[in-house]
């Protein structure tokens, strides 16, 4: 190597070199001395008399809530009272069979639900709402 690469080099050694040492010193760990043979040895953690234990944990809660009666309702009304019992699933549709994509849901009116009102769900079922754009029949 030529003296002009090793002076050029020199300074990048030394920041690595530093900037390793800083690393080691903030985690607060520092590599062990190598023992016997160049392999660096730990203690071996102590032995204790009694392996803790923990209790089982008791089996989950299912959330269930029972369903409102939605139709009729305007679709953001109906997903606020959904979600205020704890059920985040919805999927609206529309109820006109066109296809179209509800995307602001205060223009919208429930016309049929899934599961219907009064039955007992799971939080996770998902609830169905068809609806139609506002100042539309439902079907």
């Known amino acids: 190597m ?15 070199v530093v900037a390793l040492a800083g690393c ?3 985690t607060g760990t520092s590599s062990p001395a190598p023992g016997a043979g160049g392999v660096a040895s730990r203690p071996a953690p102590a032995a204790s008399a009694a392996t803790p ?5 008791p089996p989950a809660v299912t959330q269930v809530f029972i369903v409102p009666d939605l139709v009729g309702d305007p679709l953001a009304a109906a997903r606020d009272t959904l979600q205020s019992l704890g059920s985040y699933s919805l999927d609206p549709q529309d109820a006109s069979g066109r296809g179209r994509v509800v995307i602001v849901d205060s223009t ?3 016309c049929t639900q899934s599961p219907l009102p009064g039955e007992v769900v799971e939080a996770r079922t998902v609830v169905i709402l068809t609806s139609v754009a506002a100042g539309e029949a439902c079907p």
Do not use: E, G, K
Request: hydrophobic share 45%; glycine share 0%.
């Open 108 to 110: 919208w009116q429930v």
């Open 24 to 26: 080691a010193a903030r």
């Open 2 to 16: 030529d003296r002009r690469r090793a002076a050029r080099l020199a300074p990048v050694v030394c920041v690595c």
């Open 53 to 57: 234990t923990t209790a089982p944990s």
